[in-house]
């Protein structure tokens, strides 16, 4: 447990001193949008004004509701189709104040009306141009960034940043008029300046070395730039995620629509962050404490029962107090997710499945895809209301129905949806048949689940392509079984000992075998001990 501890405190003490502060800015660009669209923290917005224009029907409700997020959908496709020729977002410097600076402008000119109904909609219609434009290039930055730092970094930056966004929302709620709107501009360019500030501290730093060994480097570079030339290949390796990303966002776009605008007021509404705070506490702790978590299933299995309840509230007690309640959830469940799924894409990318753009360009397009088609649902649901066709307890017990069966569906594809390399991994053999198979250049799965080939072998790496089988790989493996037979060590501490050997980490044994990082600790000091050796690197001087 000490050692643990002590990695908190280390990562805290870190992050924690007034000039590393600035690696919290993830903070205020997602302040500015719970402010802007997913909450009426700010009183004015034009795009829940389109009746008061002159303008009817649902076609004009979708159009104001939905243009922002369409134009955010449509530039994300954009950086994402553009990376292999352009690069990424974050190696254009201009960049750094283009975007922030972008968005900031977009935020008065989707509250401002002139009284006159072709100027405020020429105003939106820049506004959410604009937004689209500065917003994708900021949230994929801050990606770019998440992928960069180390693991444990991420697991401290993420939740701190989203709990603090919620403090900035619950500040901004309790604002009116042009102080509240002002202020929430601010948030984009103090987001840019953060950014920028930070990646001054990571330039020198290579992601790969957290998650691969010496030997793998190369082939984690690889990976990376197959993947430039298709971003196909990354969305298609994405598997069911980007269904589950999507589905989440549109059930709790849908369920957070059933309070009442006119019923709203303040303290209903701050209780209700508060209650997001807690919740986003409890997830963080319980996806990264221990055996890690941080996985689309985890991120499911409290979402589902939790919208579900949501929806129960309608049923029970209809709109009013039902509606709150849904909203709170809806509120609530949105910080929660957006906390997870920025740890995850930032694993994804790390992992060498995608570059840090494909990962969290296309995670935040399905987060805007669920919100567009949540947008569409709503205008849809709303009209069946005010119809008689449903009731709301029967719109809920459909929409109940339907998030169980997608989430089952979803669910079942445990080898897309989880992350976690040893979900895919086979444990290195001990047997004599199998060291025999070895010798005779059989093919081994190693540390991440893929093939190590004997020699004139073709071995997939982790972009999935065939490249010619290293040599030195199989040796390493052969001279890893050597030791653990004669060192007399426990399949598990093979295991340890084998990821141990090709460089990894603690924190990657931690998450590869699915242990706590001080049992991860305890088992590699066993290795240490039965090897005669003091310290990793005289683990890999020994097998070299």
Not at 118 to 135: D, K, M, P, Q
């Amino acid at each position: 447990m000490g050692a643990k501890a002590g990695g908190v405190a280390g990562a805290a003490e870190k992050l924690g001193s007034p000039i590393m502060l600035r690696r919290f800015g993830w903070a205020f660009l997602l302040a500015w949008v719970f402010c802007v669209f997913y909450t009426e923290a700010v009183e004015g917005y034009t795009g829940n004004r389109w009746a008061e224009l002159g303008l009817g029907g649902s076609g004009a409700q979708v159009f104001f509701s939905g243009l922002p997020v369409f134009a955010s959908i449509a530039m994300l496709v954009a950086i994402v189709c553009l990376e292999k020729q352009l690069g990424s977002p974050a190696a254009h410097p201009s960049l750094y104040w283009l975007a922030p600076f972008a968005t900031a402008i977009s935020t008065p000119l989707l509250f401002w009306g002139t009284g006159e109904a072709v100027s405020t909609i020429a105003l939106f219609v820049l506004g959410a141009l604009l937004t689209g434009v500065g917003s994708g290039f900021m949230w994929v930055m801050w990606g770019e960034y998440y992928a960069k730092v180390s693991q444990a970094e991420v697991e401290l930056l993420a939740p701190v940043s989203a709990i603090v966004a919620a403090v900035l929302v619950l500040v901004v709620s309790s604002m009116s008029g042009w102080v509240s709107v002002a202020l929430v501009t601010s948030f984009p360019l103090l987001s840019g300046l953060s950014l920028a500030l930070s990646w001054r501290d990571v330039q020198a730093h290579d992601a790969s070395a957290e998650h691969h060994g010496l030997e793998e480097q190369r082939a984690f570079r690889n990976a990376h730039d197959r993947a430039k030339d298709s971003p196909l290949k990354a969305l298609a390796s994405m598997g069911r995620i980007g269904l589950g990303i999507l589905v989440a966002c549109l059930f709790v776009c849908l369920e957070g629509t059933f309070w009442e605008a006119s019923a709203r007021s303040m303290l209903p509404f701050q209780l209700v962050l508060l209650a997001s705070i807690v919740l986003m506490a409890v997830v963080a702790v319980a996806s990264t404490m221990g055996p890690r978590r941080v996985s689309l299933s985890f991120l499911y299995r409290w979402m589902c029962p939790l919208l579900v309840a949501g929806f129960a509230a309608l049923i029970a007690f209809d709109g009013g107090l039902g509606g709150y309640l849904a909203y709170g959830v809806a509120i609530a469940a949105r910080f929660g997710f957006c906390l997870i799924t920025q740890m995850f894409f930032a694993r994804f990318a790390a992992m060498g499945k995608t570059t840090a753009v494909q990962s969290f360009g296309l995670g935040w397009i399905f987060v805007h895809l669920g919100d567009f088609l949540g947008i569409l649902l709503y205008v849809a649901v709303g009209s069946w209301l005010d119809a008689g066709l449903f009731t709301t307890a029967q719109v809920a017990a459909m929409s109940i129905t339907a998030l169980v069966v997608v989430t089952m569906f979803v669910l079942n594809d445990e080898r897309g949806f989880s992350l976690d390399p040893a979900a895919q991994a086979v444990a290195p053999s001990t047997g004599g048949e199998a060291c025999q198979a070895d010798a005779a250049g059989a093919t081994e799965p190693d540390a991440l689940g893929e093939p190590i080939a004997g020699q004139g072998a073709t071995a997939p790496t982790a972009g999935g392509a065939g490249v010619p089988a290293d040599a030195s790989l199989d040796q390493l493996g052969l001279r890893i079984r050597s030791l653990a037979r004669e060192h007399e060590l426990t399949p598990r501490e093979i295991e340890v000992f084998d990821l141990l050997a090709r460089g990894r980490s603690i924190p990657y044994v931690r998450d590869a075998l699915f242990i706590s990082k001080e049992t991860a600790a305890t088992h590699a000091k066993h290795v240490y001990a039965k090897l005669g050796v003091h310290s990793r690197q005289e683990l890999i001087d020994l097998v070299h």
